[in-house]
């Protein structure tokens, strides 16, 4: 059974950082987070492919989250800065084993975390 271990998240101000990580018990070739606010959508936050290290952003978080990891590890990092109150929300990492171009769309990912919640105050 492939688990997906998150942790981080939590409280914050408005304009405040926080950083969550996510750990897979297996390889993966991508990994996720995506993020799901009360009566919204889940939506596609960030995500890095393995080989080639290359990521990819929603606009919405693009030049305030980072998104990192360890590859050997399976292990993949958000950094979340310059927080907004809009940023609250349930926040999901998700793994896929095989490559995908695409991965701002849920359809590559085979494994989803329980979720972590990130709440920023006003």
């Known amino acids: 059974q492939v688990q997906l271990v998150e942790s981080g998240g939590g409280l914050v101000q408005a304009g405040g950082s926080l950083r969550v990580s996510c750990a897979a018990s297996t390889r993966t070739a991508i990994m996720g987070w995506f993020r799901q606010a009360p009566g919204k959508q889940r939506e596609f936050v960030a995500a890095i492919r393995w080989i080639g290290d290359s990521t990819v952003y929603a606009n919405s978080v693009k030049g305030r989250f980072s998104i990192s990891g360890d590859n050997a590890k399976s292990t993949v990092y958000l950094q979340m800065n310059s927080l907004k109150v809009e940023d609250t929300a349930v926040y999901y990492c998700?793994?896929?084993?095989?490559?995908?171009?695409?991965?701002?769309?849920?359809?590559?990912?085979?494994?989803w975390g329980q979720g972590t919640q990130v709440t920023v105050s006003s």
């Open positions: 998700a793994a896929g084993v095989r490559w995908s171009l695409v991965v701002s769309t849920t359809t590559p990912y085979d494994y």
